[in-house]
Nanobody
Framework: QVQLVESGGGLVQPGGSLRLSCAAS????????MGWYRQVPGKQRDQVAD???????NYADSVKGRFSISRDNAKNTVYLQMNNLNPEDTAVYYC???????????WGQGIQVTVSS
């Protein structure tokens, strides 16, 4: 089992920045692909970004150039730096850990990000 706890969400004005953090605990292995998803009410949960233990990253087109994902393997923590936020980025953001070896995905509890003036 892997436990994930997100922090850093909140309310920000358009054009502003936030940094989300996700602390992982439990069965942490190098096979875990860490990532962030987001969901608005009535819609599916969409991938935002992910990162392998080796540092390879992948981003949704809608956030490329504005968001940056990183991880600190020593601290078992993954970050999402979000810049130039706009109201369309408003959502509940979920941290994800995917075990490639076991084909199992773990989720955090989610954290609200609201972009509004």
């Amino acid at each position: 089992q892997v436990q994930l706890v997100e922090s850093g969400g909140g309310l920000v004005q358009p054009g502003g920045s936030l940094r989300l953090s996700c602390a992982a605990s439990g069965r942490i292995t190098s096979s875990l692909v860490m990532g962030w998803y987001r969901q608005v009410p009535g819609k599916q949960r969409d991938q935002v970004a992910d990162i392998t233990s080796g540092g390879s990253t992948n981003y949704a087109d809608s956030v490329k150039g504005r968001f940056s994902i990183s991880r600190d393997n020593a601290k078992n923590t993954v970050y999402l730096q979000m810049n130039n936020l706009n109201p369309e980025d408003t959502a509940v953001y979920y941290c994800s850990a995917y075990s490639v070896l076991r084909s199992v995905r773990y989720w955090g509890q989610g954290i609200q990000v609201t972009v509004s003036s």
